[in-house]
């Protein structure tokens, strides 16, 4: 039976437990503690079409005694530990004013104690759990908790079939999944939140309503959001493994989990987790020229194996930048590493390049005339060869300069379970100057050091004012099972990673405020500190790119998209999964316009002036620049507002003070003058006081028509692109 008053509710009846509001009902079993039901009252959707499955599980370590430590078993270690029916130990409900209190209790090894509180409020969508979990157990060598999985919400179709149900993810820039079940084994099932996962919320919905799952966790602990097919039953279950460490004698409390049931799409979710993140975040603070900035110009001082530049060549190409209308330089590879490598991970200047003091010559002459130039650096990983350097380079590199060895820093390096250190690119073709990268601990105080003195160096001594963070916000990220390095959970790693970019924005603005840190990847968390997120959208990353979902929810944050992790013809036809034509990289450049993000024009190799991509490049360029002072000072909305608009025809809001942008760009093979539709009546405005199209060759005014709080705009033929300025009162 449902309750239809907006109380909220929580009470024991018979063999089920339940909890809800005016908007949706939670039942579970009183047998087992097994999820029954979760239901839209808005639309009367049942979310839970294979019921009665466990909505926790633990992992335990399986570990014995060796190498001075307790690690695990090298074959077989963790045990996943599901609760059956003994394990359930009850629950309990109350109420008082509004809000009302559904505990479960379950007990597993003879003495892990877990409580589950669920928190219902009156007129709330969203659903409020918090675990309590003491060790009580006996058994040290099976008793250790490592991972906690729930809420764990097994067997959800929405509205009965998962065949309409579409699943967003924050996987990187975001994803957008539509009929997830059918899609199995196209996309991965987990995403680590601070590496594949941007931020810890996901949702799945349909005409008939939707369901936000998400973790309220400041304390940024490593977890894995979870989706996964299940093929039997033609469901999803969607839930969230938290790694945390409880030993036998420790306790957890963790930090909200939330489940919400909406109507509407995907949005919906993104406003609450911004409502969230706005309560505790800060902002970023941007420089003055990074905010009128339209992107970099990237370039590899080596490529395919070959030394193609020198740092004396540095001014020359920040000339090519600026022909290209950008004057910002980015490079990759002037770090004293093989030929092959765009990425080492010792950073003297390479001396084959110029050395130190042919590097800080060049960017000092390119920062005289205004520009701003930018090196790479690898937040985690080291080479273990070292003190050894690759290609005899050890003869190059001045004496005074120290170059850091193993022995001391495998004390900072991640360990995984079994003790083993945790590597990457293990056996990449063509590393053959180590078996591959060791990650080391953000956490590790001696890393950081390490990381802050080459930064520091390049920014105090050299003049550099763009340090690129890699693998900052993105993968891989991986627990690290060394508790030395002073965390308390091996899912502190998260939390460390913003730690460190946080010191090194401080530390780098102490010598030059307007010097900027650009993180590979995207993160809501590290965004706080991070100057620039550089998105990789048009990478291989996922097969279901929505580059929406991250700006969407954080739209304050600079965002470069582009070339830096190559597109394929593939990953391109991703964002185009609709389009009749043969997709290049004025495609690429074409959407980077659409979603009003800079440029990142890094092929690594240099754009001549007349190259078909740079003159292309320079008409897209000049559109932005047209709308640029609307668009730094508005926000992107996505299509909301968005009431009609033809097929194959994209379009994009944003809002500002009293105008609206609706950037275009038409992808049909003959284009024709079409109509837009605007839904404007939220905006409440009382007259349009102009209206503007800039297209790539000119820019005109517009007929609009207002009638019942909708805007009608009739928009001639567009070459590709456009934009449409709103200015109302
Ligand atoms: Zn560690």
Redesign the pocket.
């Known amino acids: 039976m449902l309750r239809v008053d907006s109380m909220s509710y929580a009470f024991l009846e018979r063999d089920r437990a339940v909890i809800g509001n005016g908007l949706y009902e939670m039942t579970v079993s009183l047998k087992d503690g097994g999820l029954l039901g979760l239901v839209n009252k808005s639309t009367g959707a049942q979310y839970v079409l294979s019921p009665g499955k466990p909505m926790i599980y633990l992992w335990t370590l399986l570990s014995d005694k060796r190498d001075s430590g307790f690690f695990a078993n090298e074959g077989e270690s963790y045990k996943v530990r599901t609760p059956r029916k003994e394990n359930f130990a009850g629950a309990t409900s109350s109420r008082d004013n509004n809000l009302s209190r559904l505990v479960l209790k379950y007990s597993f090894l003879g003495g892990i104690r877990v409580e589950i509180e669920f928190r219902a409020e009156k007129g709330s969508p969203l659903l409020e759990a918090r675990l309590q979990m003491f060790n009580g157990c006996r058994d040290w060598d099976r008793g250790r908790v490592v991972a906690v999985g729930f809420p764990e919400l097994h067997g959800i179709a929405i509205g009965g079939s998962c065949g309409d149900n579409v699943l967003v993810r924050p996987n990187r820039f975001g994803e957008k999944i539509v009929d997830p079940v059918e899609k199995a084994g196209t996309y991965t099932v987990n995403l680590c939140y601070g590496g594949y996962a941007s931020m810890q919320w996901m949702d799945m919905y349909s005409r008939l309503g939707g369901l936000y799952l998400a973790s309220y966790d400041k304390t940024l602990t490593l977890c894995e959001l979870e989706s996964e097919p299940d093929l039997e039953t033609e469901t999803m279950r969607l839930g969230i493994r938290k790694y945390v460490y409880v030993p036998p004698g420790a306790a957890w409390t963790s930090e909200p989990y939330v489940i919400g049931v909406h109507t509407g799409d995907w949005h919906w979710a993104a406003d609450r987790y911004r409502e969230w993140a706005e309560s505790w975040m800060r902002r970023p603070r941007i420089p003055e020229w990074l905010k009128e900035s339209d992107g970099w110009y990237g370039i590899g001082f080596h490529h395919g194996g070959k030394r193609l530049y020198r740092f004396r060549d540095i001014p020359e190409i920040f000339e090519e930048a600026v022909s290209l209308g950008l004057n910002q330089v980015q490079f990759w590879g002037q770090m004293a590493g093989p030929c092959r490598s765009c990425c080492y991970r010792f950073y003297y200047p390479d001396p084959r390049l110029g050395g130190a003091e042919e590097l800080a010559k060049a960017v000092r002459q390119v920062r005289k005339q205004g520009g701003h130039v930018g090196f790479y650096f690898n937040i985690q990983a080291f080479d273990p060869m070292l003190p050894r350097l690759p290609e005899n380079l050890n003869k190059l590199v001045p004496e005074h300069v120290e170059i850091p060895g193993w022995d001391v820093f495998r004390r900072y390096a991640?360990l995984h379970f079994d003790g083993s250190y945790v590597r990457q690119y293990p056996g990449r073709p063509g590393a053959d100057w180590a078996d591959g990268f060791r990650i080391m601990?953000p956490?590790?105080q001696g890393w950081r050091n390490y990381l802050k003195h080459w930064i520091l160096k390049y920014v105090k001594e050299y003049g550099a004012d763009v340090i690129y963070l890699d693998q900052a916000a993105s993968p891989p990220v991986t627990y690290?099972f060394?508790f030395e390095?002073g965390?308390v959970h091996h899912g502190d790693?998260v939390k460390c990673r913003v730690e460190l970019v946080k010191e090194i924005v401080e530390a780098v603005a102490r010598v030059n405020p307007d010097a900027v840190v650009v993180v590979e990847g995207n993160g809501d968390a590290i965004g706080q500190y991070a100057h620039v997120h550089l998105y990789t959208s048009f990478s291989t990353q996922t097969r279901y790119p929505c580059p929406e979902v991250f700006y969407y929810t954080f739209p304050y944050y600079v965002i470069f998209d582009g070339f830096a992790n190559p597109p394929t013809p593939e990953t391109i036809r991703n964002h185009y999964p609709d389009a009749n034509k043969e997709l290049t990289f004025e495609d690429v450049l074409n959407k980077i316009f659409l979603l009003g993000l800079r440029f990142d024009l890094c092929l690594y190799r240099r754009l001549r002036i007349n190259d078909k991509l740079a003159v292309y490049f320079r008409k897209v360029l000049n559109l932005r620049r047209k709308v640029k002072n609307y668009l730094v000072n508005s926000r992107f909305i996505d299509d909301i507002l968005l009431v009609s608009r033809p097929r194959l025809v994209e379009a994009k809001l944003f809002l500002g003070e009293g105008f609206l942008i609706v950037t275009l760009l038409d992808i049909r093979v003959s284009r024709s003058r079409f109509k837009l539709i605007l839904n404007v009546k939220p905006l409440g405005f009382k007259a349009v006081r102009r209206a503007l199209l800039y297209t790539l060759e000119s820019e005109k005014p517009l007929d609009v028509d207002i009638t019942g709080g909708k805007l009608v705009i009739d928009v001639p033929p567009l070459n590709g692109l456009g934009a449409i300025i709103v200015e109302y009162l």
């Open positions: 991640q601990c956490c590790a690290c060394n390095h965390h790693v």
